[in-house]
């Protein structure tokens, strides 16, 4: 007819509509496939021990920063009821690590919560950890030669302390 356009034809017999269609499918699949994992990761959260979750937060800090933001979370909420300095720095250091780049008022609060644990505990490496996490926030504000500071200072300490697990992320760290 005339004025009408002719219909497209896919070499293989699909039509444009049909392709729209599989296209918002597979999207919709995708999206439900994360935030069903992601609902899952937090369904496991409460029936593990504080130490689980913890090992789990750090276990996920690179890969599901949210959920490990989430076990971080709620392991210092059950040590709030049961002290345990050494695993309370290292949920507070996963939620520094985290909040670092995004919020640096987050990040500040958990290294000053830190300072007073950092006394307690039996590993002097801590204070590395959370000159570091103060690095990363001054990278993060453009304080560049305040980051670069810090970052060798961690370095120096870990170095002292012989800690070298935060040796090897602060260097990681300065780059």
């Not at 590993?123 to 060798?152: M, P, Q």
Request: hydrophobic share 45%.
């Amino acid at each position: 007819m005339p004025g009408q356009r002719p219909a497209i034809r896919h070499p293989l017999g699909i039509h444009g509509n049909h392709m729209f269609r599989t296209g918002i499918q597979l999207l919709l699949c995708f999206a439900l496939l994360v935030v069903f994992s992601a609902r899952a990761n937090q369904a496991v959260a409460p029936s593990l021990s504080t130490l689980e979750l913890v090992e789990r937060a750090e276990q996920l800090v690179r890969t599901d920063s949210e959920a490990s933001r989430h076990h971080a979370e709620l392991a210092l909420k059950r040590l709030a009821s049961a002290s345990d300095p050494e695993l309370e720095l290292r949920a507070r250091f996963v939620l520094c690590d985290h909040f670092a780049d995004q919020t640096p008022s987050a990040a500040r609060d958990q290294i000053a919560k830190s300072l007073p644990l950092i006394k307690k505990s039996p590993r002097i490496g801590w204070k590395s950890a959370f000159v570091l996490c103060k690095a990363a926030i001054d990278e993060t504000e453009g304080h560049s030669n305040s980051a670069l500071h810090g970052y060798d200072e961690a370095v120096l300490l870990a170095e002292g302390a012989q800690d070298p697990e935060f040796l090897a992320y602060s260097l990681f760290r300065r780059g």
